[in-house]
């Protein structure tokens, strides 16, 4: 009776075991339901090969849904953004009412609620070593204390050298994705910053979720403006939408980036996610 009770126990062990391994397999599965298989990618990178597109990055395997960002009605504070970047507290209120403000040797102005443009006619070096990304922004982020604007969220994403000025331009990230409307962008010389140009308005969430297009279809689909170039790099975030009578939606949709080469300058497009159309 011991005998039959202990196969029988370890029958039970086993098929829990196996049970264990089932639930596993289907759990594996579901997680990666969302993603395109290697062999699918493989074939378009072959496909786009035969049409002179060399692609020196990852292709994305997402296939789920993403919905649109909504952003809360608000920006920086804008009398805050006067007395740090001009030095001028007591006159920051009155100032505060102009859209373009000069003050000595500095120009500053707000093309909108939402983004200033500041110009250093004498920029001084500072005690900060400014031969790396991360601390041009730790810079940009104590000039931007008290202001509102979220620096640490920003992320590099380009830099360029022309001449004596070196551009960095840092854009915000949000649960992963790029916000290409919210940005950053700082002109170096070789004497400290002389140009300063800010985008910031704060982000409510993401809603509507919806099924988008995967990457290597909109590449396929495009035959006439993806061809004959390098792409270097592909990625998944925000922008703004124009609409065809000119206007902008007030929701921010999910596009596809690509990056590529073109006569040696890096280049973007920007292709709606749901459908793969292009847009500015």
Partial sequence: MDMDWAKTKNIFIMLFFLLNVFLSI???YTLNGNNITKDTIDDARQALAERGVAIICDIPDFNGSVGTLTYHDAGFDKKKVIENLLGDKKSSENLARLPNIKYEDKEL???DQYSFV???GSPERTLHDLNSAENVLNLVSNMLKGTGVPVTDYHLDTVEEEGNLKTYVFKQKYKGFWIHENHITVGLSDKGIAYLEVRYRKINGIINSKKIMPVYQVLIHHHDSIRNITITRIDLGFKEHKMEDG??????????RIEYKNQGKKQNKFFKAYDGTEIE
């Fill in 26 to 28: 289907i759990l594996i």
């Fill in 109 to 111: 102005s707000f093309p």
């Fill in 118 to 120: 500041f110009r250093d």
């Fill in 247 to 256: 206007s902008r939606e007030l929701d921010d949709i999910p596009v596809w």
